[in-house]
C-alpha cells in the first residue's frame, strides 16, 4: 500500500471550509492509502504564539479530526515536536540547502513581508517541511496548489542529497486531490472562509454553537434579488450558500435551484442552517467526548513511539553518510 503524510498546523479554530475541503478528503484518502498525520507545532512557531493557547490547539485539532472520522487504527498520528528526528533532520538538509533556493519561495517572500522582525525558522522551515517528508519515504503528500512548491524542494533536496550520498531518501509526489466546493466568507462572499478571519460573523466554525449557526447564516449577505440561482460572479452571497448546501448534501446545484425555485432567501437561509446544524452535530458530542479523555494521549504516545523508531533509522543512516560522529 502506498504511503500518504500530512502535516496540520494547530493554529486557530476550524471552519466549515476546513471540514468541505479537506477534512471531508483526508477521510477518504485513509481507505486508499497507509496515512501518516502529524500536528506540524514547529511550524506553527515560525511566528509569534501564545504558549497556552497553542497547546489547547494541538489537542483541540487531533479531537477534532478524531471525531470528523479520522480513524486512529487507519493512521499513524502523532505530534511533531515529540519526535526529536524531525528537527535534527532538517539540520542537515539546511546546511544541505542553498539560501538563494530558500528565499524563492513564495510562502516566505508573503510572510516575511507582514512581519517586520521575523526569525530565522520562517525562512528555513520549508526544509524541516521536507524533513517531515523525506523522513517516512513518503510516496505522496497531499497538498493544495498553494502547497505545492513545498512538495517540489523536497523533491529537489532529495535528489541533491540521493546524488551526493546514496539513495537515502524516496522521492516523493504531490497528491492535489479533487477538494470540495470553495466556502466564501458569509459576510464578504467574495474571498475564501477562513479562520483566521477578524470578523467572526462570516465564519462557520466547527464547534459553534447551534444559535451562533443559525445566526450566522441567516445573517449572510445576498443580493436584492429574491431568485434562489447559482451565479458566483453576480449572486456570490447566495452561490455560496449553495455551495454549501450541494456540498453537505451531494445534490447538484440544477436540482437546488429547482428544488427552491418557488422559495425566498428566508427559508432558503434556514434550510441550510438546519442542514449546518445536523451535519456538525455529531463531530461536536464526539469531539466533547474526547476532548479531555486519555484516548487522545494513548493515540498520540503509540505515534511517537511508532515514527520515531522510523524517523530515527532515516536520520542515522544521513548522519553516518556525512561523517557525523564516530
Known amino acids: 500500500m502506498k504511503k500518504i503524510l500530512t502535516g496540520l498546523q494547530p493554529s486557530g479554530n476550524l471552519t ?6 479537506a477534512i471531508r478528503q483526508m477521510v477518504r484518502l485513509q481507505e486508499e492509502y497507509e496515512s501518516i498525520i502529524f500536528v506540524a507545532d514547529l511550524h506553527a512557531i515560525t511566528v509569534a504564539q501564545n504558549p497556552s493557547e497553542l497547546r489547547k490547539n494541538i489537542r483541540s485539532l487531533i479531537a477534532i479530526y478524531l471525531a470528523s472520522g479520522i480513524d486512529p487504527k487507519k493512521n499513524t498520528i502523532f505530534i511533531q515536536s515529540e519526535n526529536i528526528y524531525h528537527a535534527n533532520m532538517s539540520w542537515l538538509l539546511e546546511c544541505l540547502t542553498p539560501y538563494g533556493e530558500l528565499g524563492r519561495m513564495t510562502q516566505f517572500k508573503d510572510k516575511s513581508s507582514k512581519h517586520q522582525n521575523f526569525g530565522a525558522g520562517l525562512l528555513t522551515y520549508p526544509v524541516l517541511m521536507a524533513s517531515d517528508i523525506l523522513l517516512y519515504d513518503a510516496d505522496y503528500v497531499p497538498t493544495g496548489i498553494d502547497q505545492k512548491q513545498h512538495v517540489e524542494l523536497a523533491r529537489n533536496i532529495a535528489e541533491r542529497v540521493n546524488k551526493k550520498y546514496g539513495e537515502i531518501f524516496k522521492i516523493p509526489e504531490p497528491l492535489i486531490p479533487e477538494t470540495g466546493a470553495k466556502i466564501c466568507d458569509l459576510v464578504n462572499p467574495t474571498k475564501k472562509m477562513s479562520k483566521s478571519d477578524e470578523n467572526p460573523k462570516g465564519v462557520i466554525y466547527l464547534l459553534d454553537s447551534d444559535d451562533v449557526i443559525r445566526k450566522k447564516i441567516m445573517g449572510a449577505t445576498t443580493d436584492s434579488e429574491t431568485v434562489i440561482k447559482y451565479d458566483i460572479e453576480n ?48 463531530i461536536k458530542e464526539k469531539y466533547q467526548e474526547l476532548i479531555n479523555s486519555k484516548e487522545i494521549d494513548k493515540i498520540l504516545d503509540e505515534g511517537a513511539l511508532k515514527t520515531s ?12 553518510k556525512m561523517g557525523l560522529g564516530r
Open 235 to 282: 449572486k456570490p452571497g447566495i452561490s455560496n450558500l449553495i455551495n454549501i448546501y450541494n456540498s453537505l448534501t451531494g445534490i447538484s446545484i440544477k436540482e437546488i435551484e429547482e428544488k427552491y425555485k418557488d422559495s425566498n432567501y428566508g427559508t432558503f437561509k434556514k434550510d441550510v442552517a438546519d442542514l449546518v446544524i445536523e451535519t456538525l452535530k455529531p
Open 16 to 21: 466549515l471550509g476546513n471540514y468541505i475541503g
Open 309 to 320: 523508531e522510523i524517523a530515527k533509522k532515516k536520520y542515522l543512516l544521513l548522519k553516518d
